[in-house]
């Protein structure tokens, strides 16, 4: 398990987790979490997958968790960015850095 941060297009830093970061199936899921909860929460679902084969990500939306401000007074954040900014930047880091590797979603 290995815990970073990664740029989204606006700049904002988003916190992931990959599990099974040895794995040699050229597998990877992305977790993304339901609304308002932390990527925490899967923890043992990605170890669980990650022990089946799979580079698994998890990541903590803006706002949420890890992901969160240290000042969350005049913070905003919309549910489209969560999509259109935070798992887009995770989507395109994977592709940067793991091109030939086949790709699942849970959400």
Known sequence: ??????????????????????????KIIVISS???VKQTFYAKYATYLANKGY????????????????????????FTDWADKDFLGLTQYIEEFYPNHEKFLIG
């Open 34 to 36: 339901a609304i308002g």
């Open 55 to 78: 580079l698994v990500f998890t990541y903590d939306y803006r706002g949420i968790g890890e992901s969160k401000p240290k000042k969350m007074k005049d913070f905003e954040a919309h």
């Open 1 to 26: 398990m290995k815990t970073f941060q990664i740029d989204t297009s606006d700049g904002f830093k988003i916190t992931v987790t990959s599990f099974g970061e040895n794995n040699a199936t050229k």
